[in-house]
T-cell receptor
Framework: EAGVTQSPTHLIKTRGQQATLRCSPI?????VYWYQQALGLGLQFLLW???????NRGNFPPRFSGRQFPNYSSELNVNALELEDSALYLC???????????FGQGTRLTVV | AQSVTQLGSHVSVSEGALVLLRCNYS??????LFWYVQYPNQGLQLLLK??????LVKGINGFEAEFKKSETSFHLTKPSAHMSDAAEYFC?????????????FGKGTHLIIQP
């Protein structure tokens, strides 16, 4: 069974551009969490998608958005990139409502 | 709101010595607790979890953690450190009410193993 997969592994963008990051959850699971791991800030909760709907979002500006597709894969979009958006973006699939989440390898976004 | 505090952003131990990584949580009710490990340029891997069964939880790679409600702690230990244990370790909490906020993480502890 494939785990959580993310693409691309690395992404370099210029300030002001848009970035699109992709995540496929563990097969058969409908939920996807997105986290940002910026240097010195730990992991910050970004977004939660379940059954195709956005269920919750963290304390991030609206230029961070996303969606979940019918096959439960998800896309994170970051518009008007800023230097501070440089971080490792992690996607995770929770196994159930109150259980652990399994993480992908992440996408390293660098904004120059 | 729940929160997690990891004492010590960096911990250094000698190979073969005891590893102790500290984690305290703040939550109105005992939550679910997790320890994850992150190796350089990789995602997070689950080490162990506490979900209200035994308070002493054994995980992978020889790690274990003890849930102490009175101290609101969930410290991670390993009797004998190995060079391969060098990594970033994260303590995380999830409320029993569900995963609306996903996992709340501590800021992480970088474990350094001295030869």
């Amino acid at each position: 069974e494939a785990g959580v997969t993310q693409s691309p592994t690395h992404l370099i963008k210029t300030r002001g551009q848009q970035a699109t990051l992709r995540c496929s959850p563990i097969s058969g699971h409908t939920s996807v969490y997105w986290y940002q791991q910026a240097l010195g800030l730990g992991l910050q909760f970004l977004l939660w998608y379940d059954e195709g709907e956005e269920r919750n979002r963290g304390n991030f500006p609206p230029r961070f958005s996303g969606r979940q597709f019918p096959n439960y894969s998800s896309e994170l979009n970051v518009n008007a990139l800023e230097l501070e958006d440089s971080a490792l973006y992690l996607c995770a699939t929770p196994l159930g409502r109150n259980t652990e989440a399994f993480f992908g390898q992440g996408t390293r976004l660098t904004v120059v | 709101a729940q929160s997690v505090t990891q004492l010590g952003s960096h911990v250094s131990v000698s190979e073969g010595a005891l590893v102790l990584l500290r984690c305290n949580y703040s939550s109105s009710v005992p939550p679910y607790l997790f320890w994850y490990v992150q190796y350089p340029n990789q995602g997070l891997q689950l080490l162990l979890k506490y979900t209200s069964a035994a308070t002493l939880v054994k995980g992978i790679n020889g790690f274990e953690a003890e849930f102490k409600k009175s101290e609101t702690s969930f410290h991670l230990t390993k009797p004998s450190a190995h060079m391969s244990d060098a990594a970033e370790y994260f303590c995380a909490v999830m409320s029993r009410g569900g995963g609306a906020d996903g996992l709340t993480f501590g800021k992480g502890t970088h474990l350094i193993i001295q030869p």
